[in-house]
């Protein structure tokens, strides 16, 4: 399965509240229909808590070797 870019997973995210916790993006992604590579993105996301979508997009980009830059 290739890794989501952080655009994937940011769209898959519109419309989070934040903050939230990471099992709260899960959950997000999920009722959102999110393909299985972005849920399994956001679960491997080390912070439990995050304050806004920037904070996600660093952590993405950590998480599937891409640059947020």
Same mark, same amino acid.
């Given at each position: 399965? &290739?890794?989501?870019?952080? =655009?994937?997973?940011? #769209?898959? %995210?519109?419309?989070?509240? !934040? ?14 229909? &999110?393909?299985?590579?972005? =849920?399994?993105?956001? #679960?491997? %996301?080390?912070?439990?808590? !995050? ?19």
């Amino acid at each position: 399965m &290739a890794e989501p870019t952080f =655009i994937e997973v940011q #769209k898959a %995210l519109s419309g989070a509240d !934040y903050p939230s916790t990471r099992d709260g993006l899960v959950e997000h992604a999920k009722a959102h229909d &999110a393909d299985e590579g972005v =849920i399994d993105a956001l #679960k491997r %996301l080390p912070r439990q808590r !995050y304050g806004g979508p920037n904070e996600v997009s660093r952590d993405i980009a950590d998480v599937t070797g891409e640059s947020s830059e």
